[in-house]
């Protein structure tokens, strides 16, 4: 299906994230600048994309969030600011493979969240049901990354563990949860394009409460680190954001298929592990991390082949209907 390879492609873009944020951290870079520079960064980007796409995306934009404020404060705080702000705290206790195989976590908590969203058919209200067969499947990635976590427990203290695995859990929730809530507030009425950019602009108020704490506690950023923000926002915060967010529209109302497209994240453990060896001279995993990444990506191979038997059986339903 179209929308796992856009969210593979996605994946690759993200990857960049792990392992700039890993490279900035030891630069000696703080995690608050690294947080909220990409968000500045990324504003304009996206103000441009939208006004190139004309068809008056500013105004549907705006006409959007003049009628939803509180709901596009709340999810894009959620979906945006829980969600980057955790992972650039984590990247400075373990290399970024790690985190983003940790975050992996994300396509469990996806499948979690169903029950949390509605939808209306002929005016009849339905709760959304969690796909079992899609969170077992979720489960075994599960498995994957608690493999990955078993070096790195034995040759850290507690503290340095939980600060670096925690923080990962509160964004896995918090990215799909907010990406979900913004598709049903919008309910398709705005495109990928305009939807990141309210989302960048209604959670700029906390990036610039980030960013002055910022200044007064670490001082300013260093010219590196402001370089690689500025990659890591057009890569992974307009780029990957963009390509995922149109996947996940694509498939807003199969919760299965949604499952299966936010799997696709799992291949950013791989991009983000070969990334590193190549660029900061990281070294191969342990056996026991590289079967966990093996589970993993089997994990994210069995949630497509679910999805392709879905929509096959789907299919042939409507022809014979």
């Known amino acids: 299906m179209k929308e ?25 870079g703080s995690w608050l600048w690294s947080a909220s520079l990409r968000y500045f960064f990324m504003l304009p980007f996206l103000i441009a994309i939208v006004a190139i796409r004309g068809k008056g995306g500013f105004n549907v934009l705006a006409r959007e969030m003049k009628q939803h ?37 994300t396509i469990v908590a996806g499948v979690l969240l169903a029950p949390l969203f509605v939808t209306v ?33 034995r040759s850290v203290d507690t503290q340095s563990l939980l600060l670096g695995i925690l923080p990962v859990v509160v964004a896995a929730f918090a990215y799909p949860l907010g990406n979900r809530k913004m598709m049903a507030l919008c309910g398709g009425r705005v495109d990928p394009f305009q939807r990141v950019l309210g989302m960048t602009i209604a959670s700029l108020p906390a990036w610039i409460v980030l960013a002055l704490y910022a200044l007064f506690t670490v001082g300013a950023p260093s010219s590196s680190q402001v370089f690689q923000s500025l990659l890591v926002a057009v890569s992974s915060g307009v780029i990957a954001t963009i390509l995922f ?24 453990v791989l991009f983000a592990m070969m990334g590193e060896m190549i660029l900061l001279s990281v070294p191969l995993p342990q056996p026991v991390a590289l079967a966990g ?22 299919l042939t339903i409507l022809k014979k209907g």
């Open 293 to 314: 990444l093996t589970v993993i990506i089997l994990g994210m191979l069995l949630h497509s082949y679910h999805t392709m038997l879905t929509s096959r059986k789907a």
């Open 245 to 268: 967010f149109i996947a996940t529209d694509r498939v807003r109302q199969d919760q299965g298929k949604l499952a299966a497209v936010e799997a696709t994240q799992s291949t950013e």
């Open 4 to 28: 796992i390879l856009i969210g593979i492609l996605a994946a690759l873009f993200f990857a960049v994230t792990f392992v700039l944020n890993h490279s900035m951290e030891l630069d000696g």
């Open 121 to 153: 058919l002929a005016g009849k209200t339905t709760r959304a049901k969690i796909p079992l067969v899609s969170l077992g499947i979720s489960g075994i990635i599960l498995v994957g990354i608690l493999l990955i976590q078993l070096p790195q427990a």
């Open 69 to 105: 404020p509180s709901g596009w404060l709340i999810w894009s705080f959620v979906g945006f600011v829980l969600f980057y702000a955790p992972l650039t705290f984590a990247a400075a206790f373990g290399p970024g493979w790690l985190v983003s195989g940790t975050w992996q976590f």
